[in-house]
């Protein structure tokens, strides 16, 4: 599975299970607007981290963050490599 | 057999609390520098009585940067955690006058910053998995006064503070988190206490007392359980009445 395709299906079962309603997942799409909330994102980096073995968002240095979606799987993208 | 991670769990309140769980059916995982000679006699009879309930996991919990590499570890390991204790804590006392900076930094970095972020980790781990429960041992010291230990105090106050908005942050992903206050408890903690010191809090305490470590284990073992299940934010004081 892809980082991308990975990204894409956290998103789509943890709105599921959380009863959020996602919006339409393009690549512009701010997380903000994404319907999503921090507890639900929280879930995300859990879950992706068991099944990518990365979590871009752990490291000490790291202080910057992700605005749209495509910045989002970039951030998984560049730390898997 | 539910997971549950007692830090500093080699000695003292913790050694008693891992005993405890793993007695009620838990798998308890002991988190401490050092496996200590009672740690071991517990393995033994942990494995004896309830095979696979006690397990003993080697870290320092002031290695704060590991604390992410711990925690997948252990998920890896032992499968998803129920419960984390968050009970390791240092107990240096001295008035703050002379306290020398290193010293106050090693007391918030143990007792404070690498609770909140093994937390943090395990937190995670537990929303991911649907639920869980965390008991942070606290101590009648962040909410009332003793001389000699205002550093330490200030870490205590920290962990009850934390543990309110947690439980308000995590409730709804179904974590309850709760403290335990233990008053003093004869552990090598507080064997700095001279007999007249103790005597006084004995004096001073309704039951005339103090507590032992096993009503500190019972307090968290409920917190624990299902019948607590409706339980979360909140400070359970095991002080034999010393602060009533």
Same mark, same amino acid.
Request: net charge neutral; proline share 4%; with cysteine.
């Given at each position: 599975?892809?980082?991308?395709?990975?990204?894409?299906?956290?998103?789509?079962? @943890?709105?599921?299970?959380?009863? !959020?309603?996602?919006?339409?997942?393009?690549?512009?799409?701010?997380?903000? /607007?994404?319907?999503?909330?921090?507890?639900?994102?929280?879930?995300? %980096?859990?879950?992706? /981290? *068991?099944?990518? =073995?990365?979590?871009?968002?752990?490291?000490?240095?790291?202080?910057?963050?992700?605005?749209?979606?495509?910045?989002?799987?970039?951030?998984?993208?560049?730390?898997?490599? | 057999?539910?997971?549950?991670? %007692?830090?500093?769990?080699?000695?003292?309140?913790?050694?008693?609390?891992?005993?405890?769980?793993?007695?009620?059916?838990?798998?308890?995982?002991?988190?401490? $520098?050092? /496996?200590?000679?009672?740690?071991?006699?517990?393995?033994?009879?942990?494995?004896? *009585?309830?095979?696979?309930?006690?397990?003993?996991?080697?870290?320092?919990?002031?290695?704060?940067?590991?604390?992410? $590499?711990? @925690?997948?570890?252990?998920? !890896?390991?032992?499968?998803?955690?129920?419960?984390?204790?968050?009970?390791?804590?240092?107990?240096?006392?001295?008035?703050?006058?002379?306290?020398?900076?290193?010293?106050?930094?090693?007391?918030?970095?143990?007792?404070?910053?690498?609770?909140?972020?093994?937390? !943090?980790?395990?937190?995670?781990?537990?929303?991911?998995? =649907?639920?869980?429960?965390?008991?942070?041992?606290?101590?009648?010291?962040?909410?009332?006064?003793?001389?000699?230990?205002? @550093?330490?105090?200030?870490?205590?106050?920290?962990?009850?503070? +934390?543990?309110?908005?947690?439980?308000?942050?995590?409730?709804?992903?179904?974590?309850?988190?709760?403290?335990?206050?233990?008053? +003093?408890?004869?552990? *090598?903690?507080?064997?700095?206490?001279?007999?007249?010191?103790?005597?006084?809090?004995? $004096?001073?305490?309704?039951?005339? $007392?103090?507590?032992?470590?096993?009503?500190?284990?019972?307090?968290?073992?409920?917190?624990?359980?299902?019948?607590? !299940?409706?339980? &979360?934010?909140?400070?359970? &004081?095991?002080?034999?009445?010393?602060?009533?």
């Amino acid at each position: 599975m892809s980082v991308r395709s990975a990204v894409l299906s956290q998103f789509k079962q @943890v709105a599921q299970e959380q009863n !959020k309603k996602l919006a339409p997942l393009s690549d512009d799409l701010p997380l903000s /607007e994404s319907g999503l909330d921090s507890l639900c994102f929280a879930i995300i %980096v859990t879950r992706l /981290e *068991d099944a990518l =073995g990365v979590d871009p968002f752990t490291s000490t240095e790291q202080t910057e963050f992700p605005v749209t979606l495509a910045d989002f799987i970039r951030f998984y993208e560049d730390a898997a490599k | 057999m539910r997971n549950v991670l %007692v830090t500093g769990g080699s000695r003292g309140l913790g050694l008693g609390i891992v005993r405890r769980l793993a007695a009620a059916g838990y798998r308890a995982i002991a988190v401490a $520098r050092k /496996e200590s000679d009672p740690l071991r006699s517990a393995l033994q009879e942990a494995e004896r *009585d309830h095979p696979g309930s006690l397990r003993f996991v080697a870290f320092d919990l002031a290695e704060i940067d590991a604390i992410p $590499r711990l @925690v997948r570890a252990l998920r !890896k390991e032992f499968g998803p955690i129920y419960g984390l204790v968050n009970n390791a804590a240092v107990g240096f006392d001295g008035i703050l006058a002379l306290m020398p900076t290193s010293q106050i930094e090693q007391l918030v970095r143990v007792n404070t910053l690498s609770p909140i972020v093994l937390t !943090k980790h395990v937190v995670r781990s537990m929303m991911a998995d =649907g639920g869980g429960r965390i008991v942070n041992v606290a101590s009648v010291v962040g909410f009332t006064g003793y001389s000699g230990l205002s @550093v330490y105090a200030a870490t205590k106050a920290s962990i009850i503070g +934390f543990t309110r908005s947690l439980a308000r942050e995590v409730g709804r992903m179904g974590v309850n988190v709760n403290s335990v206050a233990p008053g +003093f408890v004869d552990t *090598d903690m507080t064997r700095g206490l001279k007999a007249e010191q103790r005597q006084q809090i004995e $004096r001073r305490s309704a039951l005339q $007392r103090l507590p032992g470590i096993d009503d500190v284990a019972c307090a968290v073992e409920f917190l624990l359980g299902d019948g607590a !299940k409706s339980i &979360t934010g909140t400070v359970l &004081t095991v002080d034999a009445g010393n602060t009533a």
